[in-house]
């Protein structure tokens, strides 16, 4: 970073006015997607419903999906139907619709779920079993029917017999609104559903051509969302609403139709595109999600709206004040200053100038304007003008200009940050390399002043003090200084040094930085902070400095909504009139880089970050969040002989669980959430002595002494949301020789035979007691020996897999984290492969599990032969399953790696073979350890699905 760039992280035009809704550059909602790679089932989702639960329900060509936010898992239909339809019954269970059959999803009793047919409840005999494709479930009071080709079918809520009525081949879409049942009929219109009979409603022959994709039901009329526009449907008849909603919304190809809890609705297409407009049909949003058509919708208990697309499911932050303007809305390059000026968003980038205009389809996009060659690097706009400074100099765009005027040019030091004056209106400080250019405003229009130089600070950040020229500067090299400056000629009057003499220990390697809090000079040198009181700087001990990890980095950005405090990985937020502050992750914790906050004039704040720009519209609405629940999801205890046993995931009133003497822990916490990146952490009272780090849902705990243990768990989402804190207290029972009364006979044993000991040794002589304390010196040196040597085994037994003798899956995953971060610091390759023995289940059923064991010794041996112990790390991933880590190693290399391990493997007396998955990656901030493992169990998956025996690459790697 050159030095004087921080200082552009110290800008901001507070508040200015909150402009109309028109007038903003709406961003693209933050979202997530999840392809065949996650759910492992085909392409292809054709229908969406959350649970009561929280969980997600998709509508998949292999069956149903089921999605807790962590785990994808899939359940078939008979005869491997398709599932067509899903709808959320009054039971809260999740009916289907699929080919010939429809049903429901009903507990397992095991934590899963189960299909069961309705066919025999609906009282379908013969061939009226031969239902073709069920294209609808509709939820009602009265309970849920389907929509088959030929028949409409009705299961009661009330155990009543099921009810069905033929519908013609011309038959549409049904849609329960307004507590009655409505479709459309081709060639007839907008009907109503009656006791059997299709009724024409008044007007709704307006429709008779025109598909109906969805209705949404508003207080007083219902709105019809068809191929040709916007309908109004009421007691009088059907018309079009006229206007840029109904042209836009005529001109695409819409499908499904959900109305959101803010009142406003979205529209998804069979082209790809989804549409969201507001309460009063003025286009919010109009976003290319790509060219597979939008097939279903549903939103969460988190207000994340869910798509169904031909290929992926999506889940987007929608509605939300959060949304991001990037690569997609065609900004270039990385920016670093924006500035809201004369209805438009302006960017200073490291591609040069650019503008984003609001548009009324809803699709803004950066206009890259041609008045530089380089890069540009901040912005400004008062008195009616736009001040930019880029490398070149200092340009101002006045009211109705086509092309900026040039006010200041140097070929080799442009204007790198902008600071206007907090006393005087008419005054920008302008930081052009290693002077500072005084800009004033005059004769209507802004003017380059008399310059002044730093010298050889290297500034890093600068504040205006308590008048016009008073200038607190820090510097990477040394202390802080104020300097006097007169703005009319540029001399400089005054000049003070604040270092170790006035309260401020200066870093070295850090040198100092300013910034401005509550009215308060503030600095930081490496990581210590400091205030200033009177003519002295103090440690600082209080927020924001000491909630960051690295205070050096630290900005504080003061807003109409609130003051943020940031560096480039951590965002922290106190609301107006609050004093607590909050940390923010607004697009998950792997979206960082914050590099500069404003508060813009059209009252939406901006973050610049390493992908764009995260915009925040206090204007736009937030649903309510239902209540996150934590719980667990398995609680397994098994002992060293192998045995396991299933306990109860949570206590029964204050009585703790009791496990066996000897037993340790697997547990699995459980927390429902759709939001990415959730993770727990532990406190073990009375055996930990602080919480532990945040990690994800799998704790082990070892065999404990007898006692009773309260295990208290927290978890958080990605965007920063926690659950109530759950606690799970179970006991630990004593062996029976750690009974009391045991323990209390064994004591008065011991006691006794001291006594008689003690009396022996009196009547020994002296040589022989000399003669014994050697000979005990030396059997205590010889158990220390033994008992470091008992230590060292105990080490090796902690990370060796005892049936393989290779490292275990806990190895593996602290050699994953240690060589994840390591290639990361160092910008080089990590490799995985996931080595899978083909057939082993067969295997062990046809020769037994311990002839099996001995196979699968024989497996890890020859793999040892093919692996450099010294740089890689062999491991057993579990059961048949050995994973191979290559530190340094290219999935290019890694695959030829993985084909020769394959070939001598194949070729090897062993009479068996293996498939391989290999996944490789340059680590990156924004990635997690575990997602090479995934991208390498994947490739060994598809290996399998090929025939195994066989390696395949992930992302797009050859397949041998």
Known sequence: MRPYLPLLLLLGLLAGPVLSLAETVPGAPLSRSYGSEHT???????????????????????????????????????????????????????????????????????????????????????????????????????????????????????????????????????????????????????????????????????????????????????????????????????????GPASDLLAGVRAYTVLGLSDGSLVVGTLDGSLLRFDAQLRIRQNLDLGTYGILGMAVDQESGLWLATENELKRLTLPSPWTHLGEDQGIAGNPTDFEWHDGALWLATSQGIQRMRPSDDGQPHAERLPWTDYEAYALHSAQGELLIGVREGLLALGPGDEAPRRMHEHPNHGVFALMPSRHDPNLVYGLSGPDVVLVHHRDGRWQEGPRFSLGDISIYGVEEGDAAGELWIGDSRGPVQRWTVNTETGEITSREVYDDSRGLAVSPQFGTSVYRFEERIHATSGDVGFRLEGDRFVPDKAPPITLVARPHEMYVEQTPLGDYAYTTRELWHRPKGETQWQPLYPGGRGMAGYSSVRYGQDGVLRIATWTGLLQFDPEESRSELQPLQLGMESVVAHNEAG??????????????????????????????????????????????????????????????????????????TGTGRQPAAMTYRFRVLPFWYQQWWVQALGGLVVLGLAVTVALWLVRLRTERFLEANRRLEARIAERTHELEDANRRLAELATEDALTGVANRRALENGLRREWYRCLDQRRSLSVLMIDVDHFKAYNDAHGHLEGDVQLRGIAQRLATQHDPQRELLSRYGGEEFALLLPGVHAEEATRRAESIRAAIASSDAGMTVSIGVAGMVPDVQSEPDSLLRRADAALYEAKRAGRNRVATDAGGAKV
């Open 40 to 242: 492992r089932v085909k392409p292809g989702h054709m229908a969406l419903a959350t649970s009561p639960g929280g969980e997600l329900y998709a509508g998949n060509q292999d069956g149903v999906l089921r999605f807790n936010g962590i785990d994808w898992r899939l359940t078939m239909l008979p005869a491997r139907s398709a599932a067509h339809a899903l709808a959320i019954g009054n039971d809260g269970l999740v009916y289907v619709g699929g080919y010939d059959t429809f049903g429901r999803l009903a507990p397992d009793g095991e934590g899963g779920v189960a299909y069961e047919e309705l066919l025999d409840a609906a009282g379908l005999t013969g061939d009226q079993r031969h239902l073709g494709f069920v294209f609808q479930a509709i939820s009602t009071p009265e309970g849920v029917y389907f929509r088959t080709e030929k028949r409409l079918i009705l299961l009661p809520d009330d155990g009543k017999k099921a009810r069905q009525w033929p519908l013609p081949e011309s038959a549409r879409s049904f849609y329960w609104v307004g507590g009655r049942m409505l479709a459309r009929v081709q060639g007839q219109g907008l009907v109503r559903f009656e006791d059997g009979k299709l009724v024409l409603a008044p007007g709704g022959e307006a429709l008779a051509d025109i598909p109906l994709p969805g209705i949404v039901e508003r207080e007083d009329h219902l709105l019809l969302v068809t191929n040709d526009g916007f309908y109004r449907a009421d007691d009088r008849g059907v018309s079009r609403l006229p």
């Open 643 to 716: 045995e396991t046993r299933v306990l109860p995931t949570r206590n029964n009133g204050a009585e703790p669980v009791r496990l066996p003497p000897g037993y340790s822990l697997s547990l699995r916490f459980a927390m429902v959430s759709m939001e990415s990146g959730a993770e727990f952490r532990y406190l073990l009272h009375g055996v930990t002595p602080d919480w532990s780090d945040w990690a994800d849902r799998d704790l082990f705990i070892r065999s404990l002494p007898p006692g009773d243990y309260a295990l208290e768990v927290q978890a958080r």
